[in-house]
């Protein structure tokens, strides 16, 4: 059995090793899962993430990074969920550094639990076909929550034109003076979807100043008195086309405001965003929806050429109080 020390983050010294692990995981699991020291350094400047409590690193006895965990944590809810990435190095995967890592995040979120006085859950991704790292959540306590499928369509195939419904109109976002108005568009878009927690004006404004946001793939429909009503955001990542060799765009988020719902206006803000994506050059859109939900979503995807060729599963452990 390896000998392992376990220490939590420091500062970004730590992000090449932890690349490198993530990299040497994806060559041998083939799950898509890699990323670059900047991808690292947005996800772990996220203004709700601590990096000295939320991260945490295994070693083995020459100080080589072979484990490593983050916490994403809810910031508002009746309940907090704690979604945990993890990966090990493929060398010790025979030990019980999955294992660790798992406890880790059950501890964090008891900690969160005290601290905040509201009942916690723990959660993962897993890619359908990793038996392994389903093997492993079930053996810890896991249950699936919930499937995801992600889908694709080839830009190259034709696109209706959108038929935005009278009484609104679609424009650019203008950006961070609106960010108020939009946040609250997108709670109250996703207010009465699964696993919704509000999303903030802060955080709205960290993704608004990453390097991949574009203006002209945010889109919003307004109505005659000036509510935003529905939106279609795009994101073209650079690293990750230069990382698997495809040109692909994704349909980031998409929704449609509580009281605008049923009009057309979900379809149309998809086929505008997908008219976007093929004026700046792009082969293939991907799109992430929820499998059970009932609002049509996948329906939607399908009636305009998306076909699934991803299957998630959302595995949960329900953390009661000591």
Not at 83 to 90: A, I, M, R, S, T
Not at 127 to 154: P, Q, V, W, Y
Not at 196 to 206: A, G, K, P
Not at 307 to 322: C, D, G, M, P, Q
């Amino acid at each position: 059995m390896l000998n392992v020390s376990i220490r939590p983050y420091v500062d970004e010294s730590d992000l090449q090793a932890i690349a490198h692990l993530i990299h040497t995981c994806e060559q041998v699991d083939r799950l898509e899962e890699g990323t670059s020291i900047s991808e690292l350094q947005q996800k772990f400047n996220q203004p709700s993430l601590d990096k000295n409590r939320d991260i945490c690193i295994w070693e083995d006895s020459q100080g080589k990074l072979i484990g490593f965990a983050q916490l994403s944590i809810s910031g508002s809810g009746e309940m907090i969920d704690g979604w945990l990435w993890f990966c090990v190095h493929p060398i010790a995967r025979s030990g019980n550094i999955q294992t660790l890592a798992v406890a880790w995040g059950e501890k964090r979120m008891r900690e969160v639990q005290t601290e905040r006085g509201i009942p916690v859950k723990l959660r993962s991704w897993v890619r359908a076909e990793n038996t392994d790292r389903i093997s492993l959540l079930a053996n810890c306590g896991f249950k699936a929550d919930r499937h995801f499928c992600r889908m694709a369509r080839s830009i190259s195939q034709p696109i209706p034109e959108p038929k935005i419904p009278k009484g609104f109109t679609l424009s650019q976002f203008r950006g961070a003076q609106d960010a108020q108005a939009w946040v609250e568009m997108f709670n109250q878009s996703f207010i009465d979807h699964w696993n919704h927690h509000d999303l903030t004006v802060e955080q709205f404004q960290y993704d608004l100043a990453k390097p991949s946001y574009r203006k002209d793939l945010d889109l919003i429909a307004v109505a005659l008195d000036g509510t935003f009503a529905a939106f279609c955001h795009c994101e073209i990542s650079i690293e990750e086309c230069d990382r698997t060799g495809r040109n692909e765009g994704w349909i980031m988020s998409l929704g449609t405001r509580r009281g605008f719902r049923n009009i057309g206006l979900g379809r149309a803000m998809l086929l505008a965003g997908l008219h976007r994506l093929k004026a700046v050059g792009i082969e293939t859109a991907i799109i992430g929806v929820d499998a059970d939900n009932q609002s049509g979503a996948l329906g939607l995807y399908e009636s305009v050429g998306f076909h699934n060729i991803r299957n998630t599963i959302a595995y949960v452990k329900e953390l009661r109080s000591i």
